[in-house]
């Protein structure tokens, strides 16, 4: 069975996905800074087989055939620095970041020199073969060329193309 790595696991968006994908039945591993505190963000969720994993971010990424990227934007870019080398051949990266900040409890866009968060993952994932999916393609069957748009990428890592 295919392993998902979700990297910032612990935050809004990565439990949600977590606890979904692992009642679909699927195998979990939920990444973070601190394996303890994806221990204990667990130990909180109703889990049904198979067990979630919890591993610190580098041993998720590591271990996984699809990488979810769940953190906020202004820490993509040390992270995807420090896990580059990590990535599977042949794996996915699914961002879902936005890129915001917020100052005060208020929140700001940010401007992104790529152009976008995804064009901006993008750059930073190891290069041989990344591709980029608007969220649209993976609806259409027909859709067989990788396009940029938005937020909502993929990165098909050393497939060669
Ligand atoms: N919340 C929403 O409604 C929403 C909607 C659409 C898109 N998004 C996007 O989804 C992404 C996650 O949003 P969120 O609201 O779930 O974020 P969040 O709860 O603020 O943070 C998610 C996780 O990021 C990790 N993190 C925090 N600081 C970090 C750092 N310096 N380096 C590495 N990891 C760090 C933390 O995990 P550990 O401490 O366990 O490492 C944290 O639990 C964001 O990019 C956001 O723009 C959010």
């Not at 990266?93 to 409890?105: E, K, N, Q, S, W």
């Not at 999916?133 to 937020?151: D, I, K, V």
């Amino acid at each position: 069975m295919s392993s998902i790595a979700i990297l910032g696991g612990t935050g809004q968006q990565g439990r949600a996905l977590a606890q979904r994908f692992q009642h679909a039945g699927l195998q979990v591993i939920v990444g973070s800074r601190d394996p303890d505190r994806a221990r204990a963000a667990v130990s909180a969720w109703t889990v049904v087989a198979p067990a979630v994993e919890v591993a610190d971010n580098a041993a998720a990424v590591a271990r996984a055939d699809v990488t979810f990227l769940a953190v906020p934007f202004t820490f993509v870019e040390p992270l995807l620095d420090e896990l580059r080398p990590r990535f599977r051949a042949g794996s996915l990266v699914v961002d879902l970041i936005v890129p915001v900040t917020f100052v005060g409890g208020k929140m700001a866009m940010v401007e992104v020199a790529e152009g976008s968060a995804a064009e901006h993952v993008r750059a930073r994932l190891p290069a041989s073969g990344s591709r980029s999916l608007a969220a649209r393609a993976p609806a259409s069957p027909s859709a067989t060329q990788p396009r940029m748009a938005g937020r909502a990428a993929a990165g098909g890592l050393g497939r060669g193309e």
